[in-house]
């Protein structure tokens, strides 16, 4: 995730919900970004069924994405992506 945040990078972290005893992690991790050190262009995708343990704060700062997934990641991140203009984008 540091590559990632440096040079723009795009990083995908799949079903979180399966990781409960990790989400403090992820929070910390996420909280710890520093905006002024990001490359503008990095992206932050994460998956979740509900989850109790989801953090709250992450959910409160991102887009969230709510659908039926199609079979297959490349399928569900390409419908996921096709829903926004770049404008939206941009904005994250």
């Not at 002024?36 to 887009?63: C, H, K, Y």
Request: with cysteine; proline share 5%; net charge negative.
């Amino acid at each position: 995730m540091d590559k990632a945040i440096g040079e723009g990078g795009w990083v995908v972290l799949q079903n979180c919900h399966l990781a409960t005893s990790w989400m403090p992690t992820l929070e910390r991790l996420v909280e710890e970004v520093d905006v002024d050190l990001t490359n503008p262009d990095f992206r932050l995708w994460l998956t979740s069924a509900p989850s109790e343990t989801f953090p709250v704060s992450i959910l409160q700062n991102g887009i969230k994405i709510t659908n039926e997934a199609p079979k297959g990641l490349k399928n569900n991140m390409i419908r996921s992506y096709l829903r926004y203009d770049e404008a939206t984008f941009e904005d994250c």
